[in-house]
């Protein structure tokens, strides 16, 4: 992709609002390609806002300026145009990251380090001391289910594993915004459920989460709105049940419904000129299906012993 | 929610930076390097048992010193050279900056790490060397004290003197702080490049070739001056490769401490302060292109 006239979308209305956990106004990134003319335009003329409390999913094919983005935001990289505010600040000022967790794209942490001191080295980092420290480090290491393996040094944590202790440290200053990366990358669907828990455990607590996936259907389980990239533009933003209702269509969905009821149903609707367009018998996903059957094997594991 | 104030410079972030390098330079087991040197400082003080004991000390000075100088210089080299490299490539970096630590913060912090590990590290290897001196030592003094039982007390004081002029002294530990000034010398401007270098090959490539000149930039220079015709032109452009080739041949003490030639204070302290002014320089530097580094 080169640089071309931007297609600039709606300009941010409450810039510096301290109520925006997250305002994005005109933010275009250019990376230059070493030794030619050309440059790369990662995100352009891009406009977006967070409202505090809200989960707020940043969807997008590979290339789309996500990550990029979101390393904008959390000040990583400088935009070559445009601004980034968290909580009504610059993002680029470093007090901001003081009420921010990031969890990055699969997220590789100091391999020789256990679980525990992990947490408390990045602990460490927002400040916490002392008891203050080693509370939270206990209870956050509850909260994603690792206190077993606390003590285990990192190399020998699972990718699951990972991701959680990768999400108790973005948690550790208890942030008011927290950004993640593609949460569920790589992720057994029963770990892409805890972190789709978490998160919505995150979001009655008050905390704004802004997350970055290309699992559409995982996203439409948890958001509140989104906002679609492509080729580092917003091609569409709105609350989710806006986005994808169908305007025009309606759906029933009956239980021990009689074959004599279901035809009467589809005259009454040709009748008044409304056209039944789908018939199915409802199934259920295959995540569920997996999740159920995984549970059993476990639950009928622990019978026999 | 979180309401803590955020300060613009914290000990404690970059002392918890710094404990973390430490910590994973330790469980990389950088510290075999000492055991290398326990094996050649006991190995060549076996060795030597044959000579005199002037010849004896001179050799385990020399030994163990030059020793001393090359693992820790190689030490600071390779611990430094994957630091920052390594953090880019595992996104490790990304978790940390995305905390409220300012860049510079990170740089001292993983630069502090070195530091301690180089301390440490040379601390041991100096008591291990003080150790093994003070036990030749002993024993020469033991052993002519018998040989010389029946002759005269003042030839006996004046041989037993002689041993303990040729023994451990100030100048020794004067010889090993300098050491210790190029390792974090080494250290800082090693960090440096890897801010800027895209592998660690690089990095230790360009570091070879550094020490290399930084030794060898004395004579050239000495030989350049005394050409007739040397102009301003020649001091400038000595001066510039001076100020980016450390020049590593003036922490070099060795020499006089095993000659047994005393080191002037104003010599040690004129080293003293060229190894800090290079570290700040390479530092500052150092900060310099990691905070305007796209991650």
Known sequence: MTDSSPR????????????????VEGLTKVFPVPFRKKSIVAVRALNLQVEAGEVYGLLG???SGKSTTLKIILGLISPSRGRTQIFGRDSSEVATRQSVGFLPESPYFYKFLTGAETLRFFGKLCGLRG???TERVHGLLDLVGLTGARNQRLSTYSKGMLQ???LAQALINEP???VLDEPTAGVDPAGSRDIRNLILDLKKRGVTVLLSSHLLEQVQEICDRVGILAKGELVREGPLDELIAIEDRTEIVLEKASPKLLKEIEKLAARSKAKVIERRTSTTTLERLFLEATQESKSSAHHAE | M???LHRAFSPARISAIATNTLTELTRQRVFYVLLIFALVLIGSSVFMARFSFQQEFQILKDVSLGAMSIFSSLLAIVATARLISQDVEDRTIYTILAKPVPRFEYVLGK???VILLLAISIAAMGVLFAVVFYFREQTVLNETAREMNRGPQEQLNDALNAIRVAGLNGDVFAGIAVIFLKACLLAALTLLVSTFATTNIFTIAVMVFVYLIGHLEATARDYWLQQPGAG????GFLALVALIFPDLQAFNLVDDIVAGVAIPVAIFTKTAVLGIFYIVIYTVAAIFVFSGKEL
């Open chain 1, 8 to 23: 600039r979308s709606e300009p941010a209305r409450r810039s510096g609002d301290p109520d925006l956990a997250v305002a």
């Open chain 1, 61 to 63: 094919p590979n290339g």
């Open chain 1, 131 to 133: 008891t203050n420290l």
């Open chain 1, 164 to 166: 959680r202790i990768g």
């Open chain 1, 176 to 178: 008011a915004l927290i």
């Open chain 2, 2 to 4: 979180s309401e803590r």
């Open chain 2, 111 to 113: 630069l502090a790490g």
């Open chain 2, 232 to 235: 301003w032109i020649a001091r």
